[in-house]
């Protein structure tokens, strides 16, 4: 699913594989009856950089250097003197941290992840509060395991210009969540022991009576 929403945002790539934030690239324009080609502009995610520069010829392939350096989708405008005619083309390419794009995959991985945290959190609920210690170790699976699903929303959503702004939300409330689940955890636990040591101290009490 992740794959769909990168192939909507960039219709006309320029570029076969995202890029890498801050490493230079080159944007390449390809025409085999053109004598130059210029790149006008550049639109980041967040400005347009106007330049008319004359782009570097290799064959019938033609490249500019640039250095990305936020995450997301940048198009680029290129003109030439296609068949004797002034002809203008925008193009886009992709950036992310690592210069790798999200897949199918990776959204699997998350949801078993997210399956996981909800199958340890469900078997805590099975067992009474006389079993509390055996509760409580799956309730700290289920948060360890919440971290790891955070952790991995986190790259999943670097690797991805359209999914980056999504993906920090994401982590803000899955930190959120998390913190109170902890807290319900140490609450809970604090509970248990005080009531664990007053059932022990009553039955110490009781041994003590019955003794005398």
């Known amino acids: 699913m992740f794959g769909i929403v990168d192939a909507v945002t960039c219709q006309n790539p320029g570029l076969p594989n995202p890029q890498e934030i801050d490493v230079e690239t080159n944007l390449i324009q390809t025409c085999d009856t053109c004598t130059y080609n210029n790149i ?3 639109t980041t995610p967040t400005t347009t950089i106007y ?5 570097t010829k290799q064959a019938t392939t033609y490249n500019y250097s640039y ?7 940048y198009y680029y405008s290129t003109y030439g003197d296609k068949n004797g005619v002034i002809d203008v083309e925008d193009l886009c390419f992709e950036v ?3 210069g790798e794009s999200t897949n199918t995959t990776q959204g699997f991985v998350l949801l078993a992840q997210l399956g996981v945290v909800a199958l340890l959190f469900g078997m ?3 067992f009474d509060k006389r079993k509390w210690k055996i509760k409580m170790l799956f309730d700290m699976m289920a948060a360890l395991m919440t971290l790891i699903l955070i952790n991995s929303l986190k790259i999943v959503s670097a690797q991805s210009g359209s999914l980056n702004t999504m993906g920090e939300l994401a982590f803000i409330i899955g930190i959120i969540i ?7 955890l140490f609450i809970n636990a604090t509970l248990e022991l005080i009531n664990y040591f007053k059932f022990k101290d009553k ?4 041994v003590n009576f019955y003794a005398d």
Do not use: A
């Open 51 to 55: 330049l008319n520069e004359v782009m």
């Open 203 to 206: 039955n110490k009490w009781r």
């Open 40 to 42: 006008s502009s550049i």
């Open 67 to 73: 250095t990305p350096t936020e995450i997301g989708t």
């Open 96 to 98: 992310s941290y690592n």
């Open 124 to 126: 805590g609920r099975i």
């Open 178 to 184: 998390t913190s109170f689940l902890f807290l319900y």
